[in-house]
């Protein structure tokens, strides 16, 4: 493109010259050509040959060539060619051809005039505008080279740099093609587009595998933790199936084989949502909210459940608590730690709901009068299917902290276990949920 | 009520087509989205029930868009598989009226779609609602029973209210919590239960007749007999 366009204004610039040159001379042998005819005119053939001679004794160049002959026959009548041009041409012709002028082979432009009785030849010298002529061709042709040569090797310098820079970004999708997620884009650090480019490139990586490994956990946590469960309720089927043949021990089989499976599609689903938790995928639903209500809808719904078994219900909230977040999911999170206080703690004893605004966080503890969790057993407590020894006994998947956990992650918040009461025994549990404020 | 179904699962739609005609009701079945639309466009339905996943090229969320753009309001119920919750959002965006989840209890989808189908009428709404004895008047916010004044909590009232709007249908303990408390959740335990039998314990006590009943493996409902 370059190239082309370089070579386009150097031929522009050869027809402008050269052809500038050519059309001088032509201009300069027909106005001398028109005033030798208008001499002849007036003086005649005499006086046309006078002309010549003067011209050519003040021709300091020595450029101009003439020739007067009579019509029929070759007698000179004045001029400073030899002979008649060989190039035969007819009355008014321009032409060019090898001339001998002063004895020297010279290439000349030339015009041939017809009077009555006379033939007259007007031309110049060109060997001179020749030469300049191939100078400035020769000139114009190295030019053109010259430019080729450099667009091609700018062509291929700048191809090259472009190669060194995205050379890593190639390595590193070819490497992610193959398999290698952990693979990431090497910054150059001078901070130029190719390092803002990788660094966009890098995050969405970082994003892809975080979503990955949600994808994986789900199914890892499939593969391991759901079969269990299925087995059992298939175990127990086949089990009524081939002992008992009353109808209706039967039918409470299969309703336990229904309860069995919609237990198992519960733990599923609580699997998918710790698994969109902790993906981020679900923080399209983020909204600015206020914790409040929700925190007294949960209270609302478990308080009945705490009374039912004989507990004390306290609350302890403040007027507002403005947050950005999962309505839903935050719901669900109180509930799984509301529910794991009831069902640990005795009838007569307290299960506290309490929030405060901290200056840079909102804070929620449910805490219970619960047996608590021994230090060791804090560090799983949320991990999946994680159950404490003391808790086997009580109905729970494991699964209700892991899912509050994947909640506080996702609101980039905290998840703390303590002891609500260090100094009694059993000292009861404490789950402190930090949440950043917006 | 005359039911289109359109679902590909040859057993799910053997099972719901079954129970839905066991409760009385028509069914029309279609097993492709393409079929489905022509039949939901072409005859009159009381209710649609269609899969969120469909084959055919056009799926249950074109389905109901295409219906809704040309003016057709029939109460539509998901069926799906995708549980998440933008999913549910975008059946409900494109004109879904309800959105269940599978594996469902049949129960549950009964329930759904009787509530949907009768739902109360817009142009009239009543001031005071009525079952048997009991009346909730919904401008005082108060409920009595044989004249007699009862006690609610706000959140009883609106239990209540939900109950009574579908007096004689099944309520489950999921539309409940969706309708009642508003919350897509899963409440662990029998939260549910402990709220329906305090109301049930504060409306029936000082009667012999009572009127929220539970029904088995499926939620409750409130009517005059038994």
Known sequence: MFASAAIALVAVLWWATAGALDRQ?????????????????????TGLAEAIEERLAVDVENESLYLLLEAEGTRRLAGNLDRWPNAPAAEGAWFRTR?????????????????????????????????????????????????????LLGAWMLRHALQTRMRPVFATTAAIAGGDLASRIALSGRGDEFDRL??????????????????????????????????????????????????AALRAAVEQGIADLDGISRIFQALLRIAEAEAGARRAAFAPL??????????????????????????????????????????????????????????????????????????????????GLVPEDRAHAGERFFRADKARATPGSGLGLSLVQAVVNLHAGELRLEDATPDRTPPGLRVVLRLPKP | MRILLVEDDAEVARFVKKGLQEAGHTVEHATNGRDGLFLAASEQFDMLVLDRMLPGGVDGVRLVET???????????????????????????AGGDDYLTKPFAFAELLARVEALGRRPSVDAPATKLRVADLELDLLSRTVTRASKRIDVQPREFRLLEHLMRHAGQVVTRTMLLEKVWDYHFDPQTNVIDVHVSRLRQKLDKGFDKPLIHTVRNAGYMIRAEP
Not at chain 1, 32 to 38: M, Q, R, S, T, Y
Not at chain 1, 138 to 147: I, K, N
Not at chain 1, 205 to 221: H, K, N, Q, Y
């Open chain 1, 99 to 151: 001339v001998l002028h002063d004895g020297v082979a010279a290439e000349a432009r030339l015009h041939r005039l017809d009077l009555p009785g006379l033939r007259l030849i007007v031309g110049r010298d060109e060997s001179e505008r020749e030469q300049l002529r191939r100078l400035l061709t020769e000139g114009v042709l190295w030019a053109s080279g010259a430019v080729v040569l450099f667009a």
């Open chain 1, 198 to 247: 990788a660094q966009t490139l890098n995050g969405m990586l970082e994003r892809i595998v975080t979503l990955m490994e949600g994808v994986r956990g789900v199914s890892d946590a499939i593969a391991h933790d759901l079969r269990t469960p299925i087995a059992r309720a298939r175990a127990k089927l086949e089990d009524a199936l081939s002992d008992v043949p009353d109808e």
């Open chain 2, 67 to 93: 219906l809704r753009s040309q003016g057709n309001r029939t109460p539509v119920l998901f069926l799906s598989a995708l549980s998440a919750v933008d999913e549910r959002v975008k059946g409900l965006k």
């Open chain 1, 25 to 45: 001379t032509d201009a300069a042998i027909r106005a001398d050509a028109i005033a030798l005819a208008e001499r002849w005119r007036e003086a005649g053939a």
């Open chain 1, 290 to 371: 206020d914790l409040v209500p929700v925190l007294a809808d949960a209270a609302e719904i478990y308080e009945v459940a705490a009374e039912a078994r004989g507990q004390h219900f306290a609350t302890d909230l403040p007027e507002r608590l403005e947050l950005v977040g999962d309505r839903d999911l935050l719901l669900q999170a109180i509930a799984n730690l509301l529910d794991n206080a009831i069902k640990f703690t005795p009838p007569g004893g307290t299960v506290t709901l309490a929030a405060r605004l901290l200056p840079a966080a909102i804070e929620v503890a449910v805490a219970d009068d619960g047996p």
